[in-house]
């Protein structure tokens, strides 16, 4: 797949910066990394992406899933990123490809592509 710009979701800094990390030697370019609900949305709203990967539990307690419906709405691709224990996601939302964490480099490619292909 060739490069794609990339928006991550995450509110763990370094497992955004090894995401980060990984992206970028899979040939990605990352645009921004975002770790709060309220700056995704401004960010999906900047647009200059072309898929997201976003991180379903923040730690302020709150999900994700209103940046989802952002996504959604701009006609973005997105992943889901989860460490499990959460609970399964909307129905709007229940086919975007999942990534699960830890994260492996393996895993990421196939999630996106699976994004990308809608």
């Known amino acids: 797949m060739p490069g794609k710009s990339i928006l991550i979701v995450e509110d763990e800094p370094l497992i955004a910066m090894m995401l980060e990390d990984f992206l970028d ?3 990605h370019e990352v645009v921004g990394t975002c ?3 309220e700056e995704a949305i401004a960010r999906v ?3 200059g992406f072309d898929v997201a990967i976003i991180d379903v539990q923040l730690k302020d307690g709150k999900q994700v899933w ?3 419906d952002r996504l959604v709405e701009a006609g973005k ?3 889901l990123a989860t460490g499990g224990h959460v609970e399964p996601p ?3 939302h229940s086919g975007a490809p ?3 964490k830890p994260y492996t480099i393996d895993a990421i490619e196939p999630a996106l592509e699976r994004a990308l292909a809608g």
Request: charged letters at 10%.
């Open 25 to 27: 030697s899979l040939g």
């Open 35 to 37: 770790e709060s609900l």
């Open 45 to 47: 709203e900047q647009g």
């Open 66 to 68: 209103p940046v989802a």
């Open 77 to 79: 691709p997105f992943v």
């Open 90 to 92: 909307p129905a709007q």
């Open 98 to 100: 999942v990534l699960s």
